[in-house]
């Protein structure tokens, strides 16, 4: 899962930047989600140590009666625009200074690379599945790892645009795997705070 909407007035990439928290909107998405997980089979919920995922991450523990776990590997990716402004019309992308970051987007070579990006969260959803053991459990992260996830499970190039119209991944979204034994067998895609 994604997390739900940012306070951030003044509209920064804030990355792996603490005390990002939830709008009151963010919070209303992570509650209209927990809602329509409530009847699910949860038995472990997880989440990026980043407050944003760890408050997504509590309506859905509570309605479970769970405590959330930690996960250092879905934490944000790192992005040398940490900080900054990037807006196309006013922000770094425009300064000059900033172009060679830029040179490679199929790596990125501005932060992560995709191929660092997928294992780690491979690894995390792994160990959620092992830990939920036949049942159900939430992982909450960040859009680029969750997109990155979705395309190494379902055999897509890590590698696309960082454009919102280039990635299933809207705030609060929840995309899921259903696995039998080790083998995937279904993935979905749905934003229940939008339902």
Not at 94 to 109: A, G, I, T, Y
């Amino acid at each position: 899962m994604r997390h739900g909407e940012v306070h951030n007035p003044e509209k920064v990439l804030y990355g792996r930047l603490p005390d990002y928290h939830l709008s009151e909107r963010g919070r209303a998405q992570a509650q209209a989600t927990a809602d329509w997980l409530a009847d699910h089979d949860i038995v472990y919920v997880v989440a990026s140590p980043l407050e944003r995922a760890q408050e997504t991450a509590a309506p859905i523990a509570e309605a479970h009666g769970l405590s959330i776990d930690t996960d250092d590997d879905l934490i944000e990716s790192w992005n040398m625009f940490e900080g900054k402004r990037v807006s196309p019309g006013d922000g770094a992308l425009r300064d000059p200074r900033n172009w060679p970051l830029l040179r490679n987007p199929s790596k990125p070579s501005w932060g992560e690379p995709y191929a660092e990006i997928a294992p780690r969260m491979m690894a995390a959803l792994h160990r959620a599945r092992l830990k939920a053991a036949g049942h159900e459990a939430v992982c909450v992260s960040h859009q680029l790892p969750v997109e990155t996830l979705r395309r190494a499970m379902i055999g897509r190039k890590l590698a696309h645009l960082p454009l919102p119209h280039s990635r299933l991944c809207n705030l609060a979204s929840v995309t899921s795997f259903t696995f039998d034994g080790d083998r995937l067998i279904r993935w979905g895609y749905t934003e229940p705070w939008g339902i």
